[in-house]
């Protein structure tokens, strides 16, 4: 049974970075493409961005392009997300899943942004 942790989440003010990390145990990531989500208070969970198993291809969600960047270390059955420039209207929890999710969801990690 794999199992997701999520980490690095903070208070944060607007413009600043945070670095998140998605840890998994129990299996490989390694045949898995990738993704973040979020989810805001009294939104739906949404998609942020996408790394595919090989690491080649990597997407974004319209508001978060160019300012954030998702990565992996399959080495450590890992996967990242830099955020920088951030701004009031990124502040959600975020989790980590695989891409179409397969995986149980874990616990998020909190990230907000305000001054």
């Known amino acids: 049974q794999l199992h997701l942790v999520e980490s690095g989440g903070g208070l944060v003010q607007p413009g600043g970075s945070l670095r998140l990390s998605c840890a998994a145990s129990g299996r490989t990531l390694d045949d898995y493409d990738l993704a973040w989500f979020r989810q805001a208070p009294g939104k739906e969970r949404e998609w942020v961005s996408c790394?595919?198993?090989?690491?080649?291809?990597?997407l974004y969600a319209d508001s978060v392009k160019g300012r954030f960047t998702i990565s992996r270390d399959n080495a450590k059955n890992t996967m990242y997300l830099q955020m920088n420039s951030l701004k009031p209207e990124d502040t959600a929890v975020y989790f980590c899943?695989?891409?179409?999710?397969?995986?149980?969801w874990g616990q998020g990690t909190q990230v907000t942004v305000s001054s």
């Open positions: 899943n695989s891409d179409p999710t397969e995986f149980h």
């Open positions: 790394i595919s198993s090989s690491d080649a291809i990597t």
